[in-house]
T-cell receptor, first 110, second 113 residues
């Protein structure tokens, strides 16, 4: 089974700056996927980005990119040009029944 | 254009009084999931349906049951809610078994008095 670790309980970033949210994983599977969800204070989980273990290129979705380093077993989320609306909880997850990390609370300040 | 709809958004029940939370989807996805999320914690998978096949997580209490009468609907039944069952309950669906990307509803926040 996969294990997902997020070591940053909280992060601050100034508007328009980039921020990296860390995620490491542990799995014995050869084929797996990792993704990130955003959870605003309203509670819904919003899918952001997916990375497959065999994908050769890092995934990119608009301002979100996933810095996938397979040898280090890390799948960090990079948010470029942060906006105030990016303030939320961010969960890293693995495709093994969608196991989540403990989350990182991001706060964007003006 | 909500695709995964949870009703109600807020539910208050009394200690020990059965309660049912509902989830519907317009995505025609095979798989539907129920998660429990307590304050400041990650969502925890309770169980899921692959079509009509029910898959319970090993540590899900017997107090939690689920029904899926058709593709579109899935229900979470809590037979005798305790104070510790107060949480956000999230429903999700998935139609891509390779990637298992899940689409979530807005959740139902359950309070137990």
């Amino acid at each position: 089974a996969q294990k997902i670790t997020q070591t940053q309980p909280g992060m601050f970033v100034q508007e328009k700056e980039a921020v990296t949210l860390d995620c490491t994983y542990d799995t014995s599977d050869q084929s797996y996927g990792l993704f990130w969800y955003k959870q605003p204070s309203s509670g819904e989980m919003i899918f952001l980005i997916y990375q497959g273990s065999y994908d050769e290129q890092n995934a990119t979705e608009g301002r979100y990119s996933l810095n996938f380093q397979k040898a280090r077993k890390s799948a960090n989320l990079v948010i470029s040009a942060s906006q105030l609306g990016d303030s939320a909880m961010y969960f890293c997850g693995g495709t093994d029944k969608l196991i989540f990390g403990t989350g990182t609370r991001l706060q964007v300040f003006p | 254009d909500a695709m995964v709809i949870q009703n109600p958004r807020y539910q208050v029940t009394q200690f020990g009084k059965p309660v049912t939370l509902s989830c519907s989807q317009t995505l025609n996805h095979n798989v539907m999931y129920w998660y429990q999320q307590k304050s400041s914690q990650a969502p925890k998978l309770l169980f899921h349906y692959y079509d009509k096949d029910f898959n319970n997580e090993a540590d899900t209490p017997d107090n939690f049951q689920s029904r899926r009468p058709n593709t579109s609907f899935c229900f979470l039944d809590i037979r005798s809610p305790g104070l510790g069952d107060a949480a956000m309950y999230l429903c999700a669906t998935s139609g891509d078994l390779a990637k298992n990307i899940q689409y979530f509803g807005a959740g139902t926040r359950l309070s137990v008095l």
